[in-house]
Nanobody, 127 residues
């Protein structure tokens, strides 16, 4: 069992930056592919980024490439999402998730691929 706790959301103006953090419980953090998703009311949860257990491989949805960066610290059991040049359309509740799926990071992009979820953190980007 893994418990995930996100932090770092908030209100920011367009063009600004935020860094989300997600701390995981347990001793096997490095075994999990970690992902970030986001959701707005009335829409399905959308994949944003994922990172392999070692941190050596990452994958992003096209809309955030070049603006967002996912990273992890396996000593601190924490995954991060650095978000730069934020746009109003990035406004959403952001969730981190852990996957035990044995697959490449690029094949771990569906919410169904993830076993554990955090409670979410709100990100609001004003225009």
């Amino acid at each position: 069992q893994v418990q995930l706790v996100e932090s770092g959301g908030g209100l920011v103006q367009a063009g600004g930056s935020l860094r989300l953090s997600c701390e995981a419980s347990g001793r096997t953090f490095s075994r999990y592919t970690m992902g970030w998703f986001r959701q707005v009311p009335g829409k399905e949860r959308e994949f944003v980024a994922a990172i392999s257990g070692t941190g050596g491989t990452t994958y992003y949805v096209d809309s955030v490439k070049g603006r967002f960066a996912i990273s992890r610290d396996n000593i601190k059991n924490t995954v991060y999402l650095q978000m730069n040049n934020l746009k109003p359309e990035d406004t959403a509740v952001y969730y981190c998730a852990a996957s035990t799926k044995w697959a490449s990071v690029s094949a771990t992009v569906s919410a169904r691929d993830y076993n554990y979820w955090g409670q979410g953190t709100q990100v609001t980007v004003s225009s």
